[in-house]
């Protein structure tokens, strides 16, 4: 228990003094505000930095990360075939593909898949 303790104290210790350290090294003294203008090969911007994107392009892009993680977590349900009953596999496998073809067909219905309107 001690040993435990000790090295968690030792761990503890050396991050602090790790995070002083890199604190007072990464400390920028001198601001100069060319260096903290954009930069545009040497010339002012014509614009400002923030340009506004699509947002059905943004939609497109969380949609398709949800479905990607869900279809991630579809690959340990190969894995697990051989382990496990095969009525309970197969109900679970269909629930979680009805669930996300459900999903599917809401966003497709709400029309967030269509690309140009």
Not at 71 to 95: A, E, H, Q, R
Request: proline letters at 3%.
């Amino acid at each position: 228990m001690f040993l435990i303790l000790s090295i968690s104290l030792v761990t503890l210790i050396i991050s602090f003094i790790l995070l002083a350290v890199a604190s007072i090294i990464s400390k920028k003294t001198i601001i100069d505000r060319e260096k903290m203008s954009p930069f545009e090969c040497g010339f002012d911007p014509k614009g400002s930095a923030r340009i506004p994107f699509s947002l059905k392009f943004f939609l497109i892009a969380v949609i398709f990360l949800i479905f990607d993680v869900e279809i991630t977590l579809l690959l340990p349900l190969v894995c697990t075939m051989n382990l496990s009953n095969l009525i309970s596999w197969s109900s679970t496998g269909l629930v979680f593909l009805w669930i996300l073809l459900l999903g599917l067909y809401l966003e497709w219905h709400s029309g967030a898949l269509e690309w140009s309107q």
